[in-house]
C-alpha cells in the first residue's frame, strides 16, 4: 500500500500510521470487518479491499473502461460532480441553470444602468451583456438559434417576472428550470463571475500599460 492510499485507509478504519512495529499498540489499530484482495480485468491486476470501514462515509469509487481515455473522462466527470456535492456542503444555496441566472442578472444589471447618468453606465450596459455570452453558448450547443433563443427567454422573464426561465436545452416542453429541477451550486457561480471579472480586468490593466508604451 503506497503513502497516499495508507493515509486514506487510516481515516477510513480509524488507526493510526506507526513508522515500525515496535510502536504498534492496541490503541493504533483501526477497525474493518473485512480485508480481501480481488483480481480483475485480462492483467489480473490485484486490488485490495477493505469493507465495513469503522468510518462510514469513507467510500471508493472504482471506474473501469474499455480505453484509457474513457476512464479518464469518466474520472473527471465523477471529479466534477464531487465538486458539485462538496459546494452544496459548504454553501447550500442554489441558483436555477439553463442560463436563467445568468440572463436575470444581466436584466437586473442593465436596470441598474439605467439609474447611472455617468459614463459608468457603458461598463454597466457592456457587463450585463458579456453576462449573457454562457446562455448564448448553450443555445448554440443545443442546436438552437442562439439569438433569437436567448432574446425569447429575456422577454419571458420581463413578462412573466419569472427568473426561473431558461433554454430548454433537452425539449422537454417547459423552459422553467424549477420544474425541470436543473440547478446549480450558487457559490460555483458566484466564482464563474468573479474569475471572469478578474480576467477582464487583468487584460484591461494589461492594455493601458502597452498603449502608452507603443505610442512612447
Known amino acids: 500500500v503506497g503513502g497516499v492510499e495508507l493515509e486514506l485507509i487510516a481515516i477510513a478504519t480509524g ?12 490503541d493504533k489499530l483501526g477497525k474493518a470487518g473485512l480485508v480481501r484482495e ?6 489480473k491486476d490485484r486490488m485490495l479491499v477493505i469493507e465495513n470501514c469503522a468510518s462510514k462515509g469513507a467510500v471508493t469509487i472504482f471506474v473501469r473502461g474499455g480505453t484509457k481515455m474513457m476512464v479518464d473522462e469518466a474520472k473527471r466527470s465523477i471529479h466534477d460532480a464531487v465538486c458539485v456535492a462538496r459546494n452544496l456542503v459548504v454553501d447550500n444555496n442554489i441558483v436555477y441553470g439553463g442560463g436563467s ?13 439605467d439609474k447611472v447618468s455617468s459614463i459608468e453606465q457603458y461598463a454597466m450596459r457592456a457587463f450585463a451583456e458579456a453576462l449573457e455570452a ?3 453558448a448553450l443555445a448554440e450547443n443545443s442546436g438552437f438559434s ?3 433563443t436567448v432574446a425569447a427567454v ?10 426561473h426561465i431558461g433554454i430548454d436545452c ?5 423552459d422553467d428550470m424549477k420544474e425541470q429541477f436543473v440547478f446549480e451550486t450558487l457559490i460555483g457561480k458566484t466564482q464563474q463571475f468573479r474569475l471572469a471579472t478578474q480576467v477582464v480586468r487583468m487584460i484591461l490593466k494589461i492594455d493601458d500599460v502597452i498603449k502608452p508604451s507603443a505610442y512612447a
Open 170 to 174: 433537452q425539449e422537454r416542453g417547459t
Open 101 to 113: 441566472s445568468e440572463i436575470a442578472c444581466s436584466l437586473s444589471v442593465m436596470e441598474a444602468a
Open 38 to 43: 480481488t483480481s480483475f480485468g485480462t492483467t
Open 146 to 148: 442562439p439569438i433569437e
Open 134 to 136: 454562457p446562455p448564448l
Open 15 to 26: 488507526g493510526r500510521i506507526v513508522p515500525r512495529f515496535q510502536e504498534l499498540t492496541a
Open 154 to 163: 429575456r422577454a419571458r422573464q420581463v413578462a412573466d417576472g419569472n427568473p
